[in-house]
């Protein structure tokens, strides 16, 4: 299942998990309604919400669409 083309979303980073095969993240795609969440889990090289997932380290997935790059990051609250 895939986020519907055309709609809006907002991408958060919910974790991030080491494997065998290398670095993966749990994003949350929610609409800018909050209507909805779809949570992805994704690996570098793939494309969420039409951008590309170029690198993730246990606290940052870095993200990039054509000229643009930005960066989602993990915060904890102080009392964790």
């Known amino acids: ?9 907002a991408l958060l980073l919910e974790g991030g998990f080491g494997s ?3 670095r ?4 949350s795609l929610a609409t ?8 992805v889990g994704t ?3 793939q494309v969420v919400d039409g ?3 170029t690198g993730i380290d246990a606290v940052r997935v870095t993200l990039r669409r054509d000229d643009e790059t930005r960066e989602l990051l993990l915060f904890r609250r102080a009392s964790e």
């Open 32 to 39: 800018e309604d909050g209507a909805s969440v779809e949570r």
């Open 51 to 53: 951008w590309t997932v």
């Open 1 to 9: 299942a895939g986020a519907p083309v055309g709609r809006a979303y």
């Open 24 to 27: 993966g993240a749990v994003l």
């Open 43 to 45: 690996t570098v090289g």
């Open 20 to 22: 065998r095969d290398g």
